[in-house]
């Protein structure tokens, strides 16, 4: 008998062992993902802060007849270099939008080249001696100056790094994820409703059920394919446009959405419908005005959380195109467009050094209107949820 209690206290001093390891190990994974995390954020906002700031420096342009053959012209020679190529570009057509400034002269405030820039901010620059020292000269007069870079948000991509932005994505990502919602919402709801509240449970209805459980698990290059070999080779809709890749995303989060809808739709009681059906009503009176609204916050937690995943997706729409250069912001569903996601991949890829903060930088804004997105998904769900 005694033999028999010393086993037993043995065995459980094992598990109690195995326990306390277990739960050191979890902490110890804990730990390690949390500072990963920290670790990536730290290092994406070190690197791409600085993108929010960009070179301005105070030059002399001369408004002369002669600028408008040969932009660079309108600086001195020794500021040439120092003066963004994408602004001296555009003097011929600020001239020509406004006649008073010929044979004028003036100093302004101009957007600086990106080794000026590079330089300013302590990074690798390309200037020469000579450069550098006239750099430190205007600095030391208060004619160099770090100012916010309102440009990074109004201005589209650009070859020249100090002009680029991310306005023209900004808005194709827009347009992309408004012909995805207008298009998988009111579908994938329905589909849900039809399949749990309307369709007999029988083979036919069990195959659809695994199927769009399955898609959701699809990697989502397939869908890239699909919406290549659908909307473009056989529709014959504009590549790179938004509509294309606003349906692609669209097939994308049908299976997330009518998933999240269903479980949505399972959670309102039974007794709601009875109680409905009890009095009388119809059964699509009783989904519409009891069933639905009751699992209405679920149904846009679901929703929100699937436009997201979908807005911060590349891989399908570059299948389809929209890796295009892209200057100017599209102005219909059927311009050739780029997105958020995909303007980062294209300036990681870039050689210039002066792209990596802005591609830091673009994830920033994309992470805040995921985080953004995400945060009201978990409002809603808080704010009208209903425990039964």
Same mark, same amino acid.
């Given at each position: ?11 459980? #001093?094992? $598990? ?41 420096? +105070? ?25 963004? %190529? ?6 011929? %057509? +600020?001239? $020509? ?8 002269? $003036? ?87 039809? /399949? ?54 669209? /097939? ?32 699509? %009176? ?7 609204? /009751? ?7 679901? #929703? ?13 729409? /570059? ?62 769900? $808080?704010?009208?949820? %209903?425990?039964?």
């Amino acid at each position: 008998m005694e033999n028999r209690e010393q086993a037993v206290k043995r065995r459980l #001093t094992r $598990r109690h062992r195995a326990s306390r390891w277990f739960r050191r190990i979890s902490g110890l994974a804990l730990l390690l993902a949390v500072a990963f995390l920290m670790f990536f954020f730290y290092d994406i906002i070190s690197t791409g802060w600085s993108a929010f700031r960009q070179a301005e420096i +105070q030059v002399p342009v001369s408004y002369t007849e002669e600028v408008m053959e040969i932009p660079a012209m309108a600086v001195p020679e020794a500021y040439e270099e120092l003066v963004s %190529r994408g602004w001296i570009r555009l003097l011929p %057509r +600020q001239m $020509r939008e406004n006649p008073d400034l010929l044979g004028t002269e $003036r100093r302004e405030w101009v957007v600086a080249s990106a080794p000026v820039d590079q330089y300013l901010k302590g990074r690798y620059a390309t200037l020469d001696d000579e450069q550098r020292a006239l750099v430190d000269q205007l600095q030391a007069s208060d004619q160099v100056r770090l100012g916010f870079n309102t440009g990074f948000f109004t201005h589209g991509d650009s070859k020249i790094p100090e002009i680029s932005g991310i306005w023209a994505a900004l808005v194709g990502s827009i347009l992309v994820i408004t012909v995805t919602f207008l298009i998988s919402f009111p579908i994938g709801v329905m589909t849900a409703i039809y /399949l749990h509240e309307f369709a007999d449970d029988n083979w036919f209805t069990q195959a659809i059920e695994v199927n769009i459980n399955n898609l959701a698990a699809v990697p989502s290059i397939i869908f890239g394919l699909l919406g290549l070999a659908i909307f473009i080779n056989f529709f014959g809709l504009p590549r790179s446009s938004a509509l294309v890749g606003g349906l692609t995303l669209a /097939l994308m989060t049908l299976p997330i959405i009518i998933i999240s809808t269903r479980a949505a739709l399972a959670a309102v009681p039974d007794s709601i419908r009875e109680a409905a059906l009890g009095v009388g009503t119809s059964k699509w %009176r009783m989904v519409r005005d009891h069933v639905l609204p /009751l699992s209405l916050p679920g149904i846009l937690t679901g #929703t929100i959380i699937g436009i997201a995943q979908a807005m911060g997706e590349t891989a399908p729409l /570059l299948i389809v195109g929209m890796i295009a250069y892209i200057p100017d912001a599209p102005s219909s569903f059927t311009e050739a467009t780029t997105v958020l996601p995909a303007q980062i991949f294209t300036w990681a890829g870039m050689p210039e050094r002066a792209y990596t903060s802005r591609t830091a930088a673009g994830i920033i804004v994309l992470l805040a209107v995921l985080l953004t997105l995400n945060a009201t998904a978990v409002y809603l769900r $808080r704010r009208f949820e %209903r425990r039964w």
